[in-house]
């Protein structure tokens, strides 16, 4: 019920335009005794009656229309089906964009940890594969079961007008025929369940395996990748056909009750004309008709294991359909103000899949500030920042923005004053003006150059076949590591944000050029608070204060002086970056 529930939403706009379908689906059913009992006067009165040769001669005229009556009934009946198909494709696949659209729009407005949790080749299943599914659902398996359903209950109201008895022996058949159908769909709906899942692994290998190309032809680890999706592959196929088995284990039961119509319809049939129960035209109108109730019966199995497809599909959209994110961004109409650029951080702490990343933390950023942080891997320093825009909560304690906890801001307007270049970079199938200027489409090409220049990318941007009309391959490929970071930085920076977030963006290029995107960030032409997350002292060196993050605590704070000062983590790191030595410097260094 609550699947029928959920198609009748998604049917708003086209409820009528469906309705209409459905109704038309019946009347063109209930259509289908019409020519068995024209065929039922032609025979009786015109070939077995008792006065069949007197009526051809002098009812001829009657003969001839109720012959050009089976052909209209046949046009109009073909024409019905057409009209009818036409109906249920417009409808289905004007659904099939709104649910679409909608699951896009929904898997756009996801928090970060629903992608954590979510694989990318599962949600692209879900967008394509299962939600045709759900089309075949409204066009086909719908409108087969209504027109079925009619043409069976038509078939048997016409055989129990003709004579009750006959009709009751076809019937017995049909109670055997439900139960295998029932034990056929018990038996086969979590084998769909998982050919879906399966599906979905297939899918994720896939999409994986193409993203990380580059690392897989570096390892050449293309045999091993082959083989994976080879296993992966093997085991779907193994699932789709053992779904089919099940079919094929009850086809021959579901056949052979259905061809049973026909057999009882010789045997008792044959008996009540010998014995003058029934009339040759009514015997006739049951041999056209008898199909009305064996191909239903037929249809039953094609009809479950294509519901039980149905199911296994619609259940996966809807894990998306009424996903909540834990961090909404409402995009509500506000005006939108740019910030001073004041960072508080108050006794943050922050857990992952009940881990703890951040512990107690506390600092703040003035307007205008540059902050460096630096740790070792996995001591929290991209989560921290990660927090700034709410790509995740705090699980305890407040992230303040100009002194508003920024759970209290408009998501849209909190990150659009913020610029982030991350980590992992990726740039858009798109020119590398597209890439630069993404966060404002209408930026003026000189402005586009402004940024690229700041970011020490516009000489080797200029030194490529298009120029800034360049198309970069997916994620970038076809640049080098420290070409695609300048693009990210150029990218952060053309939205002049008040807030801007580096996270490692210089650590695959020289450093010439980092000094130049220093310099640059430096002498910006607009207000902004830096937060750079760098391993290199030389990114450091000149901010206004350094963090130090260990095992989610800041466990050193100050300028480049003061923390050489300490002779701890970050003295360590400036020794091994500039004089090669490690931690037995001196007497005097740290053990």
């Given at each position: ?21 459905l ?10 005794i ?11 009165t ?30 109009l009946?073909t ?23 909608f ?10 940890n ?39 209950v ?15 022996w ?46 897989v ?9 082959v ?18 088995m099940?079919?094929l ?10 061809q049973?119509?026909?057999v ?41 294991n294509?519901?039980q ?47 703890t990343?951040?512990?107690n ?79 404002d489409?209408?930026?003026p090409?000189?402005?586009v150059?402004k940024?690229?220049?700041l ?33 990210a ?7 002049q ?35 750079i ?6 990114t ?24 050489l ?27």
């Amino acid at each position: 019920m609550f699947q029928l529930k959920w198609l009748w939403h998604n049917l708003r706009g086209d409820r009528a335009r469906y309705i209409i379908a459905l109704c038309l689906s019946v009347v063109g059913c209930s259509l289908t005794i019409i020519n068995p009992y024209l065929g039922q006067r032609i025979v009786d009165t015109f070939l077995a009656g008792p006065d069949a040769a007197h009526n051809l001669s002098d009812k001829r005229s009657l003969l001839i229309g109720l012959c050009i009556g089976m052909v209209g009934f046949s046009l109009l009946r073909t024409s019905l089906a057409y009209f009818t198909t036409m109906l249920y494709e417009r409808s289905s696949q004007n659904m099939l964009y709104r649910v679409r659209i909608f699951l896009y729009n929904k898997i756009q407005g996801q928090d970060m940890n629903y992608y954590d949790h979510n694989r990318t080749g599962d949600l692209m299943t879900k967008m394509t594969g299962d939600l045709d599914m759900v089309r075949h659902t409204m066009a086909w398996i719908i409108k087969t079961i209504i027109e079925s359903l009619t043409i069976f209950v038509a078939a048997v109201i016409y055989f129990f007008y003709i004579d009750v008895e006959l009709t009751l022996w076809l019937l017995l058949l049909s109670p055997p025929i439900f139960i295998v159908a029932f034990l056929f769909a018990k038996r086969v709906r979590p084998m769909y369940t998982d050919l879906r899942e399966r599906l979905s692994q297939l899918n994720t290998i896939t999409q994986e395996n193409i993203a990380g190309n580059r690392v897989v032809k570096a390892f050449a680890r293309e045999p091993y990748e082959v083989q994976k999706f080879h296993d992966k592959n093997v085991n779907f196929s193994k699932a789709n056909k053992a779904a089919a088995m099940v079919w094929l284990d009850y086809f021959p039961y579901l056949e052979t009750l259905a061809q049973g119509f026909t057999v009882v319809l010789l045997l008792a049939g044959g008996l009540l004309v010998m014995d003058a129960r029934i009339t040759f035209g009514e015997f006739s109108a049951f041999s056209a008709l008898v199909w009305g109730l064996s191909n239903p019966m037929r249809n039953i199995g094609i009809i479950i294991n294509d519901i039980q497809r149905f199911f296994a599909s619609l259940n996966k959209i809807v894990d998306v359909y009424y996903a909540h994110p834990d961090i909404v961004n409402g995009h509500n109409a506000v005006v939108k103000r740019r910030y001073k650029g004041r960072i508080q951080f108050e006794n943050v702490s922050f857990k992952y899949d009940n881990a703890t990343v951040l512990k107690n933390i506390s600092f703040t950023v003035e307007p205008g500030e540059t902050i460096a942080i630096m740790g070792a891997t996995g001591s929290g320093k991209t989560t921290l920042i990660n927090l700034i825009p709410r790509f995740y909560d705090v699980t305890e304690g407040r992230v303040l923005v100009d002194g508003t906890d920024v759970r209290k801001l408009e998501l849209d307007e909190l990150r659009g004053n913020i610029g982030v270049a991350t980590q992992d970079v990726l740039l858009f199938s798109d020119t590398i003006d597209g890439n630069i200027a993404y966060g404002d489409p209408d930026m003026p090409e000189e402005d586009v150059q402004k940024f690229a220049k700041l970011a020490a990318a516009h000489d080797f941007i200029t030194k490529m076949p298009d120029g800034y009309d360049t198309i970069v391959g997916e994620r970038g490929v076809g640049l080098s590591g420290g070409q695609k970071q300048r693009i990210a930085l150029a990218r952060a920076m053309a939205v002049q944000p008040p807030i801007l977030i580096l996270d490692d963006t210089t650590s695959a290029v020289d450093l010439e050029t980092e000094e130049h995107i220093q310099r640059s960030l430096r002498e910006l032409d607009f207000a902004c608070t830096k937060i750079i997350i760098a391993q290199r002292v030389s990114t450091t060196a000149e901010a206004d204060r350094i963090l130090i993050l260990d095992n989610g605590r800041v466990v050193e704070d100050g300028t480049h002086a003061e923390l050489l000062a300490k002779r701890g983590y970050y003295y360590e790191v400036f020794m091994l970056q500039n004089e090669g030595i490690g931690r037995q410097v001196t007497a005097n260094g740290p053990k």
